[in-house]
């Protein structure tokens, strides 16, 4: 007679295990179960054997099969690489314009332009290009020394007032309050200010206005307009680099700050200047 007991419940056998009066009820896994590990040890063992798993001191076991994640990225990589390599050779040997005609090499000039744009611009002017105190918005159409592609690849290529380019753009405003007294500078600073905004005392303003003609119009123009081959900034377009309100402007008049744009040419190369010049130039604000 068998002395297993059997759970009046379920009428499944235990296992005789018993705690304060709970029994353990003998349910084995199905064998397919059991087998099902012994192959995933199996598999872990081959897999083990077969790769690069089993970490060591100071490297890793190279495995059987010699296979590594690094060499087939590597692989990958020179192939991508390899891919491009023509696209950067036609960009290199055409002119901006034929490479904005371009669909194809555009597309990739705009896409390789961002990429450089983020790593060496973004900095100063910004991840959307939409500047800051001091650096340019690039995304509107207001532009120092010209917004075509040909300037917009000599700006980037030589840069603004940098010593180590001889071919770099360079303009200097002087420092008027040497020539200005204050009542005069704050008079121009008036009616630059009017030019496009209600100047705090229009009396003031309209004394400012011969004196900008006589010191001031040579290089912005009598307009206010700007001159773009003179890198002379428009002050009568509501777009401010510096800042705006006329005690900034009294302050640049008297004792103007100048910015310095470093030049990429001999840094980044001839294509990738094109490739960022495309892409500043598709940013909408390009003429």
Request: charged share 20%.
């Amino acid at each position: 007679m068998s002395d297993k007991h059997i759970d009046e419940i379920s009428g499944v056998e235990t296992t005789g295990h018993e705690w304060d009066g709970i029994r353990e009820l003998n349910n084995p896994m199905p064998r397919w179960w059991v087998w099902t590990f012994y192959v995933t040890i199996l598999w872990a063992i081959g897999y083990a054997i077969a790769y690069p798993a089993i970490p060591m001191i100071t490297s890793a076991t190279k495995g059987y099969l010699g296979y590594s994640t690094r060499a087939e990225f590597q692989q990958d990589l020179d192939q991508a690489k390899a891919g491009q390599m023509k696209f950067h050779d036609m960009i290199a040997s055409k002119t901006v314009e034929e490479i904005d005609a371009d669909p194809t090499l555009r597309e990739f000039a705009i896409a390789g332009g961002a990429s450089s744009f983020k790593v060496n611009c973004a900095p100063c002017h910004g991840s959307g290009a939409s500047g800051g105190p001091g650096f340019p918005n690039l995304n509107d159409d207001d532009w120092l020394w010209g917004g075509d592609l040909q300037s917009i690849q000599t700006t980037i290529a030589h840069g603004i007032r940098f010593d180590g380019d001889g071919d770099s753009h360079v303009s200097e405003m002087p420092a008027f309050a040497d020539m200005l007294d204050p009542t005069q500078t704050k008079q121009v600073a008036a009616y630059v200010w009017g030019l496009t905004n209600k100047p705090s005392d229009p009396a003031l303003a309209e004394a400012g206005r011969q004196l900008f003609l006589d010191n001031c119009a040579a290089c912005h123009g009598e307009d206010g307009k700007g001159k773009v081959d003179m890198g002379a900034p428009d002050l009568a377009d509501a777009i401010w680099l510096k800042s705006k309100g006329e005690e900034a402007i009294a302050r640049q008049i008297a004792a103007p700050k100048h910015g310095v744009m470093p030049a990429w040419a001999s840094r980044l190369g001839e294509a990738t200047v094109k490739e960022l010049t495309v892409f500043v130039h598709s940013l909408g604000g390009g003429t």
